[in-house]
Nanobody, 123 residues
Framework: QVQLVESGGGLVQAGGSLRLSCAAS????????MAWFRQAPGQEREFVAT????????NYAGSVKDRFTISRDNAKNTGYLQMNSLKPEDSAVYYC????????????????WGQGTQVTVSS
């Protein structure tokens, strides 16, 4: 069983930056694909970014490409999401998730989820 805990969320002004962390426990996730999703009130959970087990290959949603960077430190069993140039529309609860297998953009493909961390971007 894998437990995931996100941290690093908060309130930031538009144009600012935040770095989210996703700490895994229970077993190593170095062989898992990791991803970040977000969900705003009244909206469906949407894909943000995903990274392969090696940390070399990543994929991003068009809305965050060139502003967000996903990374991982397998030695620390932790993933990260660096968010720059934040916009009010980035406000949401951000979730990390892992799955056995290749990168995937669908939330239903992921096996384990964290509880989420709130990101609020003020205009």
């Amino acid at each position: 069983q894998v437990q995931l805990v996100e941290s690093g969320g908060g309130l930031v002004q538009a144009g600012g930056s935040l770095r989210l962390s996703c700490a895994a426990s229970g077993r190593t996730v170095s062989d898992y694909t990791m991803a970040w999703f977000r969900q705003a009130p009244g909206q469906e959970r949407e894909f943000v970014a995903t990274i392969g087990s090696s940390g070399i290959v990543a994929n991003y949603a068009g809305s965050v490409k060139d502003r967000f960077t996903i990374s991982r430190d397998n030695a620390k069993n932790t993933g990260y999401l660096q968010m720059n140039s934040l916009k009010p529309e980035d406000s949401a609860v951000y979730y990390c998730a892992v799955r056995v297998g290749h990168m995937h953009v669908s939330a239903t493909a992921y096996d384990y989820w964290g509880q989420g961390t709130q990101v609020t971007v003020s205009s």
